[in-house]
């Protein structure tokens, strides 16, 4: 597939040649236009968006929110029925632990499975691990012992942590200008997994007790098992397209593809003695790209992600908590409509980012989305208040559950601008994949132990309301939020572009 590839890329190099050459040639190359007067100049056409491409790793994106965020809505129930523990007001802390240690787990391996994506190629890791996701969540759904569901989670975790390496595929075939878009649909293809896989994993845990074709002995003892069950269904469907129509992207592979020609008639008649040292640049260290800037950057987009999982986590524990303990007493099939509507409200915001950039700016929009996330940490003691006077069911319930939805769907367009800001903080094409990596190591620790961390302290709010009469879990978070905000006015714009060097290497190929 990667000579054919490249074949299309010396084509478009060929005839037009200032053309940007670093996307691959997915059938959307520049052609010369003619001018009034008849003459051919190398007049560029915009080039077009590899729409088919983009839809692929969409949907292998997809499967990320099935396999982890799928339990949230029925995660605290099934400890209770595997007899983890019998106080619904200690289900945090056993239930923060298992959303925590996926996360905790692909932050291990983002680093390796990129390494790996480098040398053996972004298709083959990508599809590996979008596999292990479906075993991951197969198996979770007929856990019925703590450690056991702790272990599936492992797995998952593991063989997770390709994200990195799609957020690179995806680089690779869109030009600067395409960011925006590309990147929003990227987001977007996550938010529709939780559209999907939120309100799935809670309308269909206990399908005996709902529908009358699945009250059979299995479904009775397995009760959590339907969603899981078809979430890895999905994940078997995008790897089974991602194999037939995904083709390689990497950069290095791509020159050393290339690098193997230099023999050929028409490489000997140039004598060009820089194509070799174009070729051949060794992958950059990670201390290396480490700037100021670049660590800036990272530090905000962990804060993003910090505070982004501290609503994820927490939401789903205040809901199913209690009224009168400081929550909001849904069952699991409202927490699921609930985060379910959540994600169709982001998909509609996330559909406002493109304009919004191209306005404002990728650096500008973020620092605005970073204001969001201190109003919607104060929305829950509001939420819990208005409950307990009363007002649940009511409009004005509903309207400031809208308001608090709203604010977290805006913060959500952080991770967008944060992945954007990441790829263009890359020194060169080389950095782009360890770049990449420890951005999304950057996003993914704070994932890892911001569930166990907020679900606990909520806990511990609960149980030693002397501090802060029950409300130190919302100042915690507040400050975290304030933090970010003025953390993120540090950021700036970058001087230089990384596809401006590669465009000019790829003009030795042609």
Request: glycine residues 8%; proline residues 6%; aromatic residues 12%.
């Amino acid at each position: 597939m990667v000579p054919d590839i490249v074949d299309n890329e010396r084509t478009a190099l060929l005839a037009v040649p200032n053309a940007p050459a670093h996307s691959i040639g997915l059938g959307d190359e520049q052609q010369p236009s003619p001018t009034s007067s008849g003459a051919s100049t190398p007049t560029l056409k915009e080039k077009k968006f590899p729409w088919r491409f983009a839809l692929t790793i969409y949907g292998l994106n997809v499967v990320t929110p099935l396999s982890f965020e799928l339990i949230f809505p029925f995660i605290n129930q099934m400890i209770l029925e595997n007899g983890v523990t019998n106080d619904p007001e200690k289900v945090g802390f056993y239930s923060g632990l298992i959303e925590s240690i996926f996360a905790l787990f692909s932050f291990a391996s983002i680093l390796p499975l990129t390494y790996l994506s480098d040398h053996l190629g972004r298709r083959p890791i990508i599809l590996m691990s979008t596999v292990g996701l479906a075993v991951s969540i197969t198996l979770f759904g007929v856990a019925k012992s703590y450690w056991f569901m702790i272990a599936t989670r492992l797995i998952g975790g593991t063989l997770g942590g390709s994200i990195a390496a799609t957020k690179v595929m995806l680089t690779e075939v869109i030009d600067k200008s395409q960011q925006g878009l590309a990147f929003a649909g990227f987001v977007t293809a996550y938010r529709m997994g939780q559209i999907i896989g939120q309100p799935m994993g809670g309308l269909l845990s206990h399908p005996a007790d709902k529908f009358d074709s699945f009250n059979t002995p299995f479904w009775r003892e397995y009760p959590f098992s339907l969603p899981c069950f078809i979430a890895a269904a999905f994940a078997v469907f995008a790897v089974s397209v991602g194999f037939f129509t995904l083709p390689e992207t990497s950069v290095i592979l791509r020159r050393k593809k290339n690098k193997k020609g230099y023999g050929s008639v028409s490489s000997v008649e140039s004598g060009s003695p820089t194509r070799g040292k174009s070729q051949e640049r060794p992958r950059p260290s990670v201390y290396s790209i480490l700037t100021p800037d670049v660590t800036g950057a990272l530090l905000s987009s962990a804060i993003m992600g910090f505070s982004s999982e501290l609503v994820f986590a927490l939401y789903p524990l205040f809901a199913f908590t209690p009224i009168e303990s400081g929550g909001l007493s849904l069952n699991e099939s409202q927490i699921g409509t609930q985060l379910g509507i959540r994600s169709c409200n982001n998909v509609l915001v996330i559909a406002l980012y493109s304009p919004l950039e191209r306005r404002l700016g990728t650096v500008r929009l973020y620092q605005l989305t970073m204001l969001a996330w201190p109003i919607t940490f104060l929305c829950f003691p509001v939420l819990n208040l208005l409950a307990r006077n009363g007002w649940e069911g009511t409009w004005t319930f509903q309207a400031a559950h809208a308001i608090f939805v709203t604010f977290w769907s805006f913060g959500c367009l952080g991770w967008t601008s944060a992945s954007i800001i990441v790829n263009n903080a890359a020194p060169s094409a080389e950095a782009l994949s360890v770049i990449n990596g420890i951005g999304q190591m950057a996003t993914t620790l704070p994932l890892a132990f911001a569930p166990a961390f907020i679900t606990s302290l909520f806990a511990f709010s609960l149980k030693h309301e002397q501090y802060l009469n029950g409300n130190l879990v919302y100042v915690v978070m507040l400050v975290v939020g304030v933090l970010g905000a003025l953390h993120c006015l540090t950021i700036k714009e970058p001087t230089s572009d990384w596809r401006d060097e590669l465009d000019e290497d790829d003009d030795h190929f042609s």
